[in-house]
């Protein structure tokens, strides 16, 4: 596609659900990259994958935030038994190459609401 | 880590005026600053970016600024336009990690009529 692509755009949770929120990098794109951004502040970084390796996840908050890419292209986050903290916009961006010198290239996200 | 920090947190100006938003970083090998515009229920998406190399670049109403040794930068919007009022994050990448990208906490930006 034209652009980064992700699914749901929002998403409502009752506390202790289970999500998986979607992402369709820009195609043939290598690197994929995972933010959350709360109301109101700049985005985090969670984790970044080159193809299907998941080259670091030190953002991620919790052993309940997963992510995966298995074949390198679309990747999936997932958050087990969510939190009322975990409301926020999920983004996700890519980049053609590796190198951290590339502007990145943005979804338009998932607003997560956990009530 | 990287450690980014942006001011204004918002900024109002009448049309026509320009606009600066600055940014300081901490880590010293940094050599890439992407300035990025979010508008509302959108993705951020970059407006321009400036390496190392440059001290200045500019693209028609945009211009960012680079200050290598006092580890600062900073956007300069002129002649602003409705069409601008958005917030603008600043970012720094972090040597020390593959990827991990820092922003700013964000400026909103409003263009007064």
Redesign the interface.
Known sequence: GAG?SQSPRYKVAKRGQDVALRCDPISGHV?L?WYQQAL??????LT?F?NEAQ??K??LPSDRFFAERPEGSVSTLKIQRTQQEDSAVY?C?SISG?S??????????TRLTVT | GENVE?HPSTLSVQEGDSAVIKCTYSDSAS??F?W?KQEL??????II?I?SNVGEKKDQRIAVTLNKTAKHFSLHITETQPEDSAVY?C?A?Y?G??????????TKLQVIP
């Open positions: 980064v690197s990259f109101g502040q700049g985005p985090e970084f970044y080159q080259l670091d030190s953002g983004l961006a590796s951290y010198n590339s502007p990145l290239h943005f979804g338009n996200g | 942006q050599n890439y992407p990025y229920g959108k993705g951020p998406q970059l970016d390496r994050f970012a990448p040597s990690g593959y990827q991990k990208v820092t922003f700013g906490t964000g």
